[in-house]
Antibody, heavy 120, light 108 residues
């Protein structure tokens, strides 16, 4: 069955970097986009961007350029989200979500989420 | 810009029919999806392409769309339906994904 399994919670200091992984299984990895969605504590869902799993071309949402990098390791069907120069406002649960076939903007499967806490 | 507006909260009694709305103030030319999120869990897709229901989603969940408003209808609300519900769409070019602010459904 389709699964997206994310890496565990992270506690980081301001200015540090973090890399969250999202391992896909149960389907052809290159056939579906991977999106990233952020949820700050007590807040709603916020789209961060997506990566084309064929070309590895990333697209970042407005306001998320500069410190975020999406990447892939297709040999292990895994997508990564790296955030550098962390700030307290980056504290959130980060989800990866699969774009459905034919419409990358419909998220049919989600990872379990990774809590990133930024605190001194 | 394209924004999706949802009422922050709705309260229903078990067995009632709930209609959760999602109103756009931009060009309504993109499909709407709906997601349910329970506390501490990842979102789950309930509806896509305005009205389509994925396999495994109970039939009491249905979607509709009329011009600038999409609606998620829950027919015969159950206690287990207490959750946050988010609508989601994209801008007119389909390049950027947008989420509504979410509606918290409380089952009394």
């Amino acid at each position: 069955q389709v699964q997206l399994v994310q890496s565990g919670s992270e506690l980081k200091k301001p200015g540090a970097s973090v890399k969250v992984s999202c391992k896909a299984s149960g389907y052809g990895f290159s056939f579906h986009a991977i999106n990233w969605v952020r949820q700050a504590p007590g807040r709603g869902l916020e789209w961060v961007g997506w990566i084309n799993t064929n070309s590895a071309n990333p697209t970042y949402a407005q306001g998320f350029t500069g410190r975020l990098v999406f990447s892939l390791d297709t040999s292990v069907s895994t997508a990564y989200l790296q955030i550098s120069d962390l700030e307290a406002d980056d504290t959130a649960v980060y989800y990866c979500a699969r774009g459905s076939l034919g419409d990358r903007n419909t998220f049919d499967y989600w990872g379990q989420g990774t809590l990133v806490t930024v605190s001194s | 810009s394209h924004e999706l507006t949802q009422p922050p909260s709705v309260s229903m009694y078990p067995g009632q029919t709930a209609g959760l709305t999602c109103t756009t103030d931009g060009l309504p030319n993109q499909y709407v999806s709906w997601y349910q999120q329970k506390p501490g869990q990842a979102p789950v897709m309930l509806i896509y392409k305005d009205t389509e229901r994925p396999s495994g989603i109970p039939e009491r969940f249905s979607g509709s769309s009329s011009w600038a408003t999409a609606t998620l209808t829950i027919s015969g609300v159950l206690a287990e339906d207490e959750a946050d519900y988010y609508c989601q769409s994209a801008d007119s070019n389909g390049d950027n994904v947008i989420f509504g602010g979410g509606t918290k459904l409380t089952v009394l």
